[in-house]
């Protein structure tokens, strides 16, 4: 009789992280600073008043290794939190490969993705400053449905902007945002300034998560009891989502494991940083780790952008941030995997690709779903489309590991499943899911407009 071995490992409560791990404090580059995109002058705690609450600000800036865990929001993490670290045993199987791999599923909790992670503690600390309403934009859905939840949770109003191309591909998506009592638009609408403009000059638009940017900050910007709530790119929001890795690492410890490839989907890039930053801080310290982030060939941010300076939206209202980017009015194609297609990246993932410490990779969405699929079928869980990148970075991190007849232990991260998502996964088995590459000649024109700043 073969012994039995359990795929899960569980951390008690008390194990669970009660502090952020901030990578600013050992990274040997940092970021540019800001750019305000009224003065071209460096961002000011100040400029940022206007949408953001006094210690998200602070936290954008701090370079302090580790930020305390609010004590409510901890108790808001233990409903779902410490989410579960899985050893994937059917799938090594099913791809005859020597490699060990582990995924860390963030699909657990009442949204099913990893966004809750941060959303909790944005609402948290929108509340603690009298904010009474949140306007956010969504690109698949899942960020929205995350702030819709956390907005529940502390008594304040929702406003999301929904990328028009996603709203109509996932409708229940928006429904359980509304379930929540969040109001959802589809971006661009009418709402705004920065969506009438965007639908004089197409009315057919299928938008962007930079437009939608553009909707929600106008939306913040003018009322006093609102402010603006971001699921991915800015430090705050990725200095919340390291409780992923933080956890990882018990969770390995407790069956004497050390990942030699930590891999994540890569969109804005807080997905991808929740769990690799928490081992980037061995990297540094000396330890051999391979880190890699996985985009979509439609939007490849990372592998075919470049590093400069440019606005986070469309309208040309957020702070201007050095970061990888395809031009903040690229109009990536509608693909299904809709929270990936965002023009830039995090400035702090941006640097580290810029620096070396970090590997990126993208993929086409037939060879993306072709993974999911089979991960669905070896380890009963359906991934979501993003989560699907990480999938097949994963089966090509062990399939090069059975080539060079090699062991490895990759880690990568499930942020989310996909049960929102089966017109994708219809479109995929129905033999109709186009694999689109990105335009150069329309990234080179958006290209054209990047800000002049040196």
């Known amino acids: 009789m073969s012994k039995l071995r359990d795929p899960k490992v569980i951390l008690s409560a008390e194990e669970m992280p009660t502090q952020w ?36 600000i602070k936290q954008e800036v701090t370079q302090e290794r580790f930020v305390e865990i609010p004590d409510e ?42 966004k809750l992670n941060t959303s909790i503690p944005q609402a948290y600390y929108n509340k603690q400053a009298g904010i009474k309403r949140l306007a956010t934009e969504t690109g698949a859905g899942q960020w929205g449905s995350a702030l819709s939840l956390a907005c529940s949770f502390f ?6 902007y929904m990328v ?52 929600a900050v106008e939306d913040a910007a003018s009322r006093d009891d609102t402010n603006y709530a971001l699921g991915s790119v800015l430090n ?26 930590v891999i994540g989907c ?7 940083s929740g769990i690799s930053f928490p081992f980037l801080a061995d990297k540094f310290g000396g330890r051999k780790i391979r880190a890699v982030a996985v985009e979509p060939a439609a939007c490849p941010t990372l592998t075919k ?34 929270g990936l297609r965002y023009h830039g990246a995090s400035p702090l993932v941006s640097q580290l ?54 062991e490895r232990t990759i880690l990568f991260s499930l942020s989310g499943h996909g049960y929102f998502d089966f017109a994708s996964y219809d479109a995929y088995l129905g033999g109709k899911l186009e694999d689109i590459a990105y335009s150069s000649a329309s990234v080179q024109e958006s290209l054209k407009k990047l800000p002049s700043i040196k």
């Not at 996932?170 to 509304?178: A, D, L, N, Q, W």
């Open 353 to 406: 690709y810029h620096d070396g410490t970090i590997e990126t990779v993208a993929y086409t969405q037939n060879e993306v779903f072709e993974a999911a699929v089979t991960f669905a079928r070896t380890e009963g869980i359906v991934p979501a489309p993003e989560s699907a990148h990480a999938v097949k970075g994963a089966f090509a991190e062990a399939l090069a590991a059975k080539e060079a007849g090699e």
């Open 164 to 215: 028009k191309v996603s709203y109509h591909q996932k409708p229940y998506r928006r429904s359980f945002m509304e379930l929540f009592g969040a109001q959802v638009a589809a971006s661009p609408s009418n709402l705004t300034e920065a969506g009438r403009r965007a639908l004089e000059e197409d009315p057919d638009s299928l938008g962007s998560l930079g437009l939608a940017i553009s909707e």
């Open 236 to 261: 705050h929001v990725i200095l919340h989502q390291t409780v992923i890795g933080l956890e990882s690492k018990k969770q390995l410890e407790k069956v004497d494991e050390y990942p030699d490839v």
């Open 155 to 160: 008594g304040l109003e929702c406003m999301v």
């Open 305 to 338: 952008g470049v590093f400069a300076y440019d606005f986070g939206d469309t309208a040309k209202l957020t702070p201007i941030l050095k970061m990888y980017t395809l031009g903040h009015d690229f109009m990536p194609p509608g693909i299904h995997a809709g």
């Open 21 to 56: 791990y901030n990578i600013m404090a050992d990274m040997p580059n940092l970021p540019a600073p800001g750019i305000n995109p009224g003065t071209l002058e460096p961002l000011g705690p100040e400029a940022l008043q206007a949408i953001f609450p006094m210690e998200l």
């Open 73 to 114: 929001v901890q108790e808001l993490y233990r409903l779902w939190r410490p989410a579960p670290l899985m050893r994937a045993y059917r799938l090594e199987k099913a791809l005859d490969t020597p490699a060990k791999i582990f995924y860390k599923y963030e699909g657990t909790n009442p949204t099913g993705s990893h």
């Open 266 to 272: 890569c969109g804005g890039g807080s997905n991808f």
